[in-house]
């Protein structure tokens, strides 16, 4: 029996890990059945969403349907799975898959699957915030913040995670469909990389897999000092190396042994509890028939011993200022 399974993200939650873990794995898991392509310049097969998003070097693919008419010609008549990942599956704008369309190119396979990992929406936003400053000053965090408060969107992420299944549902049944909670994952046995062996139905441990490096990939640095850090770059991007002098700011306000921290104020955290917690609810319900156990998980993965954004002293902003002196 030929299988596919899609695996769309979310963003941050691990998939840069995932598609590079699997990618230096590729022989371990073809004799598992799993087949991890090789397609375009990257670890995950981004290429394929070029299809319908405009990706830029060196994700894109110059003939996108080519590429998904080798993949259906190489292995939809052949028993074993089709494992493809790329995050972009799961973006709603300015461009989004057509998803009925990519479900009617998949006919030819025995079975199909969408997997998608949901991060609770307070550490989502944070980590997208953060990705944004690597490329470019998403502005003051208000602002920011509120902004994803009203339209319960992010860089055109869906923040109401019922959207996100509605765009799913407009081309794939509901029980072809099926969510992982990243907050459940990383505490779980072999954290991402375990949770999507299981979900692949593999007899393989994440121990079984080589790392593809000593740390995880594509990981936010702190949350607080890239806060800071775009602050003061005003418009401009702020640099690795002012993000690690905020860094050492916050360290020396608050003590290297200091709690890991949020952007947030614990009014904010609040205020996304009450916001999003329902519109989780009401996803686990719609998901129940085919996953009563799922869950997203609660804000900020519910840790509150957290160094949030209102616990900064005024010893922090005179060290913080002394710095943008010499930055």
Request: glycine share 8%; aromatic share 8%.
């Amino acid at each position: 029996m030929s299988r596919i399974v899609i695996h769309i993200g979310t963003h941050k939650t691990a998939t840069t890990h995932l598609q590079d873990t699997f990618h230096k794995n590729r022989a371990l898991l073809l004799t598992q059945g799993v087949t991890f392509p090789a397609i375009g310049h990257t670890n995950g097969q981004h290429g394929l969403v070029s299809s319908w998003i405009p990706m830029p070097e060196p994700y894109g693919l110059q003939n996108p349907q080519g590429a998904w008419d080798d993949l259906i010609r190489d292995h939809a008549d052949k028993p074993g799975t089709v494992f493809i990942s790329s995050e972009e599956f799961s973006r709603l704008a300015p461009r989004q898959v057509n998803m009925a369309q990519l479900r009617r190119m998949l006919a030819p396979f025995d079975e199909v699957r969408v997997l998608c990992t949901l991060r609770n929406q307070a550490s989502f936003l944070q980590s997208v915030y953060q990705q944004i400053s690597v490329e470019r000053n998403p502005g003051a965090w208000e602002p920011f913040y509120r902004r994803a408060l009203q339209t319960k969107r992010v860089d055109g992420l869906a923040l109401d995670y019922n959207d996100l299944y509605d765009h799913l549902l407009a081309g794939f049944p509901p029980e072809e469909i099926r969510f992982i909670s990243f907050d459940s994952a990383i505490k779980g046995d072999g954290g991402i990389i375990g949770a999507y062996l299981r979900a692949l139905e593999l007899s393989l441990r994440a121990d079984d897999l080589e790392p593809f490096s000593e740390r995880l990939s594509n990981v936010s640095d702190d949350a607080l000092a890239t806060l800071v850090a775009n602050m003061v770059a005003d418009a401009n991007v702020a640099r690795p190396g002012l993000v690690a002098w905020m860094r050492q700011a916050l360290d020396q306000s608050l003590g290297a042994e200091r709690p890991r921290s949020t952007v947030y104020n614990r009014v904010e955290v609040e205020e996304m509890g009450s916001s999003f917690s329902p519109l989780n609810e009401r996803l686990a319900r719609r998901l129940q028939a085919n996953q009563p156990e799922f869950s997203v998980g609660p804000m900020l993965g519910g840790k509150l011993d957290l160094g949030f954004r209102d616990t900064l002293s005024d010893e922090f902003w005179t060290f913080a200022h002394h710095g943008i002196r010499r930055a």
